[in-house]
């Protein structure tokens, strides 16, 4: 492996005997599957600015399974291990989707949760957010500009992410690092002077909504 910190990764399909699972062995594969991890891996250590080992988790393995379940994906942190749907493999259209959800997930595995004090919205923001910054973000995300709450999670909270990272270039890597030991509201307001909810507000009535 290429970098300072080598990671392993493994892939295991346990949905051999599902249509997924079959399509996932030809037309996707452990191999690209693999090769999408440690790209993922090396994207998100420069998006989050995690340079140096000691910035990141000591993680050594990343093990991914296709299982037969519903639902798109999730990720054990305890373990470093990504599930992905059979189900939902054997429904994609593209290979972007596919890999987009793994930009996603690997997220999971490296960012910092605010030792789990860290409002969901926001650590699934972060990892949407990644997501965007690697350009596979898929046709059905809001457009900037829209969503209801700055913590409502996934894309709504990704392109309110990605505003407050064009107030203040590289915000996201600098909010991820005070997460690493708690989280606070106020760590918006150190790095941007205002509260997530008055940013939140401001995001709005650029794009010409109310929040």
């Known amino acids: 492996m290429h970098g300072i910190q080598a990671v392993d990764y493994s892939v295991t399909n346990t949905a051999l005997s599902t249509p997924g699972g079959v399509r996932f062995r030809d037309q996707i ?19 989050l600015q995690q340079n140096n080992p000691t910035d990141r ?5 990343v093990k991914l399974f296709v299982d037969d379940v519903d639902g798109i994906a999730f990720t054990y ?22 890999t987009g959800v793994l930009y996603h997930e690997t997220t999971h595995i490296w960012q910092w949760f605010g030792n789990n004090q860290a409002p969901t919205g926001l650590t699934e ?7 965007l910054k690697a350009n596979y973000i898929p046709d059905h995300w809001v457009n900037a500009g829209e969503g209801d ?5 996934y894309d709504v909270t990704a392109r309110f ?6 107030l203040r270039n590289g915000f996201v890597a600098e909010l991820n690092k005070k997460m690493r ?12 002077g205002k509260t997530p909810d008055q940013l939140f507000t ?9 929040a």
């Open 29 to 47: 594969g452990a191999q690209y599957t693999t090769q999408t991890l440690d790209s993922a891996t090396q994207f998100i250590w420069k998006v």
């Open 57 to 61: 988790k000591n993680v050594e393995k």
């Open 77 to 98: 942190r305890s373990t470093n291990e990504i599930h992905l749907s059979a189900r939902w493999i054997n429904n994609i259209q593209t290979m972007d989707e596919f």
């Open 125 to 131: 923001g972060i990892a949407d957010y990644v997501r």
């Open 149 to 153: 709450k700055w913590d409502h999670g």
């Open 161 to 166: 992410l990605d505003y407050c990272d064009g």
């Open 181 to 192: 030991n708690g989280y606070s509201d106020q760590y918006f307001v150190e790095l941007l």
């Open 202 to 210: 401001d995001y709005k009535a650029k794009y010409g909504n109310i």
